[in-house]
Structures are given as C-alpha cells and as structure tokens.
C-alpha cells in the first residue's frame, strides 16, 4: 500500500508554468513505474507522463516538449514540470504509482486550470 498526496495545482495564464508533486508515504524506489494522468471536464482519464524506475521517461504526444516528468527516490516524490501551458491542459491531474506485482495506487488528484 501507498498512499500518493499530488500539489500545486492552481490557475494560470495561458504560456504559464506550474510544478506538480506527487509525495508518496513510503519509498517509490521499488515501484515499476510513477506517472501522471489527467481528466479534463467530460472527457475520459489520459496518460500524461511515466517515468520508469530507471528514469525513463515516456510523455503524450500532446505535451511533449512542454512537460517534463522527474522523480527523486530520497523524497519519495515525482514531479511534472509544465511549461507553456494551454487552455487544453485544462484538467485535474492524478499522480499514479505502479507496483511490481501491476497494482496502481492513484492519489486524489490536483486542479488545474489554465485561463485568461
């Protein structure tokens, strides 16, 4: 069992930035895989950004070149970093963690928006 708390959601202008973390309550070094998918408003969940548990990174084509997933074994937390954020972005962000044995612990999510 894992338990992921995501942060740093918020409202930002279309072109922004916003960092978003994903703290888990014990150490993410064994997990297979941490990613981060989003859903935005009517719209079914999607894969945002994965990276392995030799940092191999894997992103959407929609966001590649503007995200960019990282993890830090010590703090047991992955980030995404998105740049040139687009009102399409728009969603609520979920941090994901897969485990050896293929169980995915999902967090509760973070917001957000960007808008003018």
């Known amino acids: 069992q894992v338990q992921l708390v995501e942060s740093g959601g918020g409202l930002v202008q279309p072109g922004g930035s916003l960092r978003l973390s994903c703290a888990a309550s014990r150490s993410i070094f064994s997990f297979t895989f941490m990613g981060w998918h989003r859903q935005a408003p009517g719209k079914e969940r999607e894969l945002v950004a994965t990276?392995?548990?030799?940092?191999?990174?894997n992103y959407a084509d929609s966001v590649k070149g503007r995200f960019t997933i990282s993890r830090d074994n010590v703090q047991s937390t992955v980030y995404l970093q998105m740049r040139g954020l687009k009102a399409e972005d728009t969603a609520v962000y979920y941090c994901?963690?897969?485990?050896?044995?293929?169980?995915?612990?999902w967090g509760q999510g973070t917001r957000v928006t960007v808008s003018s």
């Open positions: 990276i392995t548990s030799g940092e191999r990174p």
């Open positions: 994901v963690a897969r485990s050896n044995w293929g169980t995915d612990y």
